[in-house]
């Protein structure tokens, strides 16, 4: 079945630090693919989010990048803030029409 | 209120009490779901309402009943939860005609915890 791997956290970084979150999914088909954002005690956001290979899904300076030769949604941002600080879900919708996570990523960005 | 609410955000019950989750999306959406977030796991789908008629129920045990009046409301009714339960429970809506492949848009979640 569908299935998503992001890469184990957590993630610590300093302020204005390079971000990169991996994710690689295994789907049937051509699937939509999402980063979702959860701030400490609340619900998910939709960060960004792409419907076929070579979109880029762009939102709050995140980007990532849909390939699907290697089947990768990599989230990156250039420079990260306290702000940040946040679970990072990977997440597609394919074959089976079900949204499937991936496991998260927690980032804490220090000052 | 714009979005997805949900109450309470907060919710501390006992194995025999009988409480309820309510969800309401103002986005004009067709499609309603309940996930449950423990620590730990990924984000487990429950149930799935599409134009007020459930079309997903992933194996969810009994306890947990869900209530769908129309396009906009969502509850969750529960009813001798045992502490296992105690996770995240998130509320998300979607709009289209395939509203499966609808982007979800996510409630704040009640956290709920079973003593």
């Known amino acids: 079945g569908d299935s998503v791997t992001q890469m184990e956290g957590p993630v610590t970084l300093s302020e204005e630090a390079f971000l990169t979150i991996n994710c690689t999914y295994t789907?049937?088909?051509?699937?939509?693919l999402f980063w979702y954002v959860q701030y400490p005690g609340e619900g998910l956001q939709l960060l960004l989010k792409?419907?076929?290979?070579?979109d880029k899904g762009s939102n709050k300076g995140f980007e990532a990048t849909y390939r699907k030769e290697t089947t990768s949604f990599h989230l990156e941002k250039g420079s990260v803030q306290v702000s940040d600080s946040a679970v990072y879900f990977c997440?597609?919708?394919?074959?089976?029409?079900?949204?499937?996570f991936g496991k998260g990523t927690k980032l804490t960005v220090n000052p | 209120e714009t979005g997805v609410t949900q109450t309470p955000r907060h919710l501390v019950m006992g194995m025999t009490n009988k409480k309820s989750l309510k969800c309401e999306q103002h986005l004009g959406h067709n499609a309603m779901y309940w996930y449950k977030q423990s620590a730990k796991k990924p984000l487990e789908l429950m149930f799935v309402?599409?134009?007020?008629?459930?079309?997903e129920n992933n194996s969810v045990p009994s306890r947990f009943s869900p209530e769908c009046p129309n396009s906009s409301h969502l509850f969750l009714h529960l009813h001798t939860l045992q502490p296992e339960d105690s996770a995240l429970y998130l509320c998300?809506?979607?709009?289209?005609?395939?509203?499966?492949?609808?982007?979800?848009?996510f409630g704040p979640g009640t956290r709920l915890t079973v003593l």
């Open positions: 998300a809506s979607s709009q289209g005609t395939d509203w499966r492949r609808g982007t979800q848009y």
């Open positions: 792409a419907t076929k290979a070579d």
């Open positions: 309402y599409n134009f007020k008629e459930q079309t």
């Open positions: 789907a049937t088909g051509y699937p939509s």
């Open positions: 997440a597609l919708q394919g074959g089976s029409e079900k949204l499937v």
